[in-house]
């Protein structure tokens, strides 16, 4: 059962809405940064071994320490976060009024 939310406005509840579609738009922003960062340190790896696979591969502590903190970003948002920005707000809206019209005692 989902826990019930307190009774909210339909102004606060897109206010509501709005701000979790702007967290899941940041974590996309996030997540690209994260993958063309990388991808960028493991091409300077590449280019600057010269082909020798005998040097340490120095990007996975940025892969995995940055990796780490995007993986609780996500966790902390976790949703559809691909979705369109519009279509997000309302199925938030819709989800957060379904949850607010749920009686506690129920």
Known sequence: MKKPIPRMTDEELMQLARRKVAM????????AVYILVNLFL????FVTTRNSWDNYF???WPLM???LGL???GAVVY???FSSGNDQVMK??????????????E
């Open 42 to 45: 493991v091409f300077i790896f």
């Open 65 to 67: 320490g940055w990796g």
């Open 79 to 81: 949703s559809n976060v």
């Open 92 to 105: 938030e809206y819709q989800k957060l009024k379904d949850a607010a019209s749920i009686d506690p005692g």
């Open 24 to 31: 899941k738009k940041t974590f996309q922003i996030h997540l």
């Open 71 to 73: 993986g609780i970003h």
């Open 58 to 60: 120095w990007p996975i």
